[in-house]
């Protein structure tokens, strides 16, 4: 099973600065990797899949970088409705595995 | 739009079993392989099964193999997930998504498994 490593577990960030999560794979998975926002009491929703590309209506001030085994989200300048739990997914093996999430709180 | 709507969560007793469905709108059902993804509370999320557009792939987490059985009904537009010899470690909020090459980009609200006695 793949293990997929997400820091940091939380990230303090003002509104309107840069923050930048990271998440690793223990081995490749190619570019089948995915990020998703869940705002609380919600459920999760698409923003990045194939490492990169922003999902149907996600806005660009979100984006996704990285191959292989080392991933980057990053969200330009934070917005309120952005302090949330991201986590990354990787679909290139079986069992589809995610990381245990990033929350993203105000600072 | 793109509507899927669980149910059938609730509490059980260890060992018991439940049926969750989902039932899906404002698409092509038929056309879209889906998942059921779990959450415990306080914990991230867990893929724990998947099926083809037809049904005939399926697959599933080892920690609910032999347990759980995922299914279809293309003509009604719904998706189940039979859940026997529950364990107080599946509860968690239960949700059905659409698969697409492997992205997960459609979920429902979920419902909510409590297992306790």
């Known amino acids: 099973e793949i293990v997929m490593t997400q820091s940091p577990a939380t990230l303090s960030v003002s509104p309107g600065e840069r923050a930048t999560l990271s998440c690793r794979a223990s081995?490749?998975?190619?570019?089948?990797l995915a990020w998703y926002q869940q705002r609380p009491g919600q459920a999760p929703r698409l923003l990045i899949y194939?490492?990169?590309t922003r999902a149907t209506g996600i806005p660009a001030r979100f984006s996704g970088s990285g191959s292989g085994t080392d991933f980057t989200l990053t969200i330009s300048s934070l917005q309120s409705e952005d302090f949330a739990v991201y986590s990354c997914?990787?679909?290139?093996?079986?069992?589809?595995?995610f990381g245990q999430g990033t929350k993203v709180e105000i600072k | 739009q793109v509507q899927l709507v669980e149910s059938g969560g609730g509490l059980v007793k260890p060992g018991g079993s439940l049926r969750l469905s989902c039932a899906a709108s404002?698409?092509?059902?038929?056309?879209?392989?889906m998942t059921w993804i779990r959450q415990a509370p306080g914990k991230g999320l867990e893929w724990i099964s998947y099926?083809?557009?037809?049904?005939?792939?399926?697959y599933y987490a080892d920690s609910v193999k032999g347990r759980f059985t995922i299914s279809r009904d293309n003509a009604k537009n719904s998706l189940d997930l039979q859940m026997n010899s529950l364990r107080a470690e599946d509860t968690a909020i239960y949700y059905c998504?659409?698969?697409?090459?492997?992205?997960?980009?459609?979920w429902g609200q979920g419902t909510l498994v409590t297992v306790s006695s």
């Open positions: 404002g698409f092509t059902f038929s056309d879209h392989y």
């Open positions: 099926i083809s557009d037809s049904g005939s792939i399926k």
């Open positions: 997914h990787q679909y290139n093996n079986w069992p589809w595995t």
């Open positions: 998504t659409t698969v697409h090459y492997g992205r997960l980009d459609n």
């Open positions: 194939g490492a990169s």
């Open positions: 081995q490749s998975v190619s570019s089948n």
